[in-house]
């Protein structure tokens, strides 16, 4: 019973903020105003969303985003998945050295300004590819999916080698098959992270283009100017606090459609460590 309270409140922890952004989204000012809004909107209203879709560049920086991220995700597991593949062999030369390089990089990083001349001198300036490559794979990413190579029973291996099967082999027909669960997981933490990301669109590029949907909601909210007098009726409900909870509620949309279809191989994804059959 002490548990079931315990993670009842942290459940509500977590969903009353979320359901406050939504219900302030759909609420009109004087509500937001006077403070009456809670879990459910009061006066309510979609102005806030039709001033987001307003602006007609916004659905074009949707679908980059979205192929963006689509992008970013397929190539950072294909990076992590030749990378984890061969650090999970313990007869690999080197092994324990290279392991060390990548364990340094979670904890020390060369800077923002040396970071900036080394993208530059690539030329990734201004380009697709400077949302994709330099931060295509993650360490903390690499370690659990080569911790999950590790943990697959060794016989498999041995018998998929006196098969003949190369090493490519038995990682597409053996070590990718039993690690989709966290495959799946590590490409949602792919996922979600490009999707959240605005640094490197601030530090990289200039071309609107190249602006995702978070960077283009950000330079909105910088820019809000909500012109009450120019307004009609419906939008003079619009105010600052439920435009940016209309931003959130916006951006979170995409995420949260995906989740409920890679929960289940999420949740057996982060359970590291068991011995496959």
């Known amino acids: 019973i002490v548990l079931s309270l315990f993670f009842i409140l942290i459940i509500l922890a977590v969903l009353l903020p979320i359901l406050n952004i939504v219900a302030t989204s759909l609420s009109g000012r004087e509500a937001i105003a006077m403070g009456k809004v809670g879990i459910l909107p009061v006066d309510f209203t979609t102005s806030a969303y039709n001033m987001v879709f307003r602006d007609k560049s916004m659905l074009r920086s949707l679908m980059f985003s979205i192929t963006l991220m689509l992008v970013k995700t397929v190539v950072s597991m294909i990076l992590t998945i030749l990378a984890a593949y061969p650090l999970s062999k313990r007869n690999l030369p080197g092994n324990r050295a290279i392991m060390l390089m990548i364990t340094i990089t979670m904890y020390f990083s060369a800077g923002m300004i040396p970071n900036y001349l080394l993208v ?18 993650t360490p903390f990413n690499l370690i659990i999916l080569r911790s999950f190579f590790m943990s697959i029973n060794s016989s498999l291996f041995d018998a998929a080698y006196i098969d003949g099967c190369t090493e490519m082999q038995t990682l597409r027909m053996i070590a990718i098959p039993l690690s989709k669960a966290a495959i799946l997981t590590l490409s949602l933490f ?40 120019e307004m009609d009726a419906s939008a003079r409900e619009i105010v600052a606090e439920n435009f940016k909870a209309a931003c959130i509620v916006f951006t979170m949309i995409p995420v949260l459609v995906i989740y409920p279809f890679v929960q289940k191989y999420f949740r057996q994804g982060v359970m590291v460590g068991g011995v496959k059959e």
């Open 120 to 137: 530059k001198q690539l030329r990734l300036i201004n380009t697709f590819w400077v949302l994709v490559i330099p931060a295509a794979i």
């Open 190 to 229: 792919y996922a979600v992270s490009r999707w959240n990301s605005v640094s490197d669109i601030i530090l990289y590029v200039q071309n609107t283009n190249f602006y995702t949907l978070q960077y283009k909601l950000k330079l909105m909210l910088d820019t809000i100017n909500i012109p009450y007098d």
